[in-house]
T-cell receptor
Framework: AQSVTQLDSQVPVFEEAPVELRCNYS??????LFWYVQYPNQGLQLLLKYLSGSTLVKGINGFEAEFNKSQTSFHLRKPSVHISDTAEYFC????????????FGSGTRLQVQP | NAGVTQTPKFQVLKTGQSMTLQCAQD?????MYWYRQDPGMGLRLIYYSASEGTTDKGEVPNGYNVSRLNKREFSLRLESAAPSQTSVYFCASPRDRGWGEQFFGPGTRLTVL
């Protein structure tokens, strides 16, 4: 079975500073990787996904993530954050076969301070 | 085109009461899922339905039942609510082809006293 570990439960950062949210996964088979964002009292919205090809993927709102197979990581980055990026971020994986349900990490709360 | 809708948005139950959470999607997708979200645990799969008339257990199915009566609707039922079922419940539906976005509803916040 696959699993996802998000190493930081909370990340405080000042506005316009860079940020990295860490995600590691484990799986014995190929997986697809996703980052979702959840703004307060809302559902989840897809930020970006890695299915195949280039290991650097770009998403919405200036976020990007890099897939590293040897380190089984899929860290999310943004070079300059805004107050509006304050939200909870979830890393998720799904297998390339079967029911395609997502396995989520525990989430990282990004708190952008002025 | 509303995507995935859920009702109700909020609900408070007493221990032992029953209720049904409703989910509907207007994207003509085959698959639908129910997740629960608890602090520090991310989202966990309760039940899923790969197509109309089929359902299967996920990671945390105990205490729940589901019904997929048609392609649009997938309901989650708590027969005898327990405080451990206090959570936020999300319904989701992925595209049928490819591995793109899974569309989520706005969630139902349930409190069991």
């Amino acid at each position: 079975a696959q699993s996802v570990t998000q190493l930081d439960s909370q990340v405080p950062v000042f506005e316009e500073a860079p940020v990295e949210l860490r995600c590691n996964y484990s799986s014995s088979v190929s997986v697809y990787l996703f980052w979702y964002v959840q703004y307060p009292n809302q559902g989840l919205q897809l930020l970006l996904k890695y299915l195949s090809g280039s290991t650097l993927v770009k998403g919405i709102n200036g976020f990007e993530a890099e897939f590293n197979k040897s380190q089984t990581s899929f860290h999310l980055r943004k070079p300059s954050v805004h107050i509006s990026d304050t939200a909870e971020y979830f890393c998720a994986v799904t297998l390339d076969t079967g029911r395609r349900a997502l396995t989520f990490g525990s989430g990282t709360r990004l708190q952008v301070q002025p | 085109n509303a995507g995935v809708t859920q009702t109700p948005k909020f609900q408070v139950l007493k221990t032992g009461q029953s209720m049904t959470l409703q989910c509907a999607q207007d994207m003509n997708h085959n698959s639908m899922y129910w997740y629960r979200q608890d602090p520090g645990m991310g989202l966990r799969l309760i039940y899923y339905s790969a197509s109309e008339g089929t359902t299967d257990k996920g990671e945390v199915p105990n205490g729940y039942n589901v019904s997929r009566l048609n392609k649009r609707e997938f309901s989650l039922r708590l027969e005898s609510a327990a405080p451990s079922q206090t959570s936020v419940y999300f319904c989701a539906s992925p595209r049928d082809r490819g591995w793109g976005e899974q569309f989520f509803g706005p969630g139902t916040r349930l409190t069991v006293l």
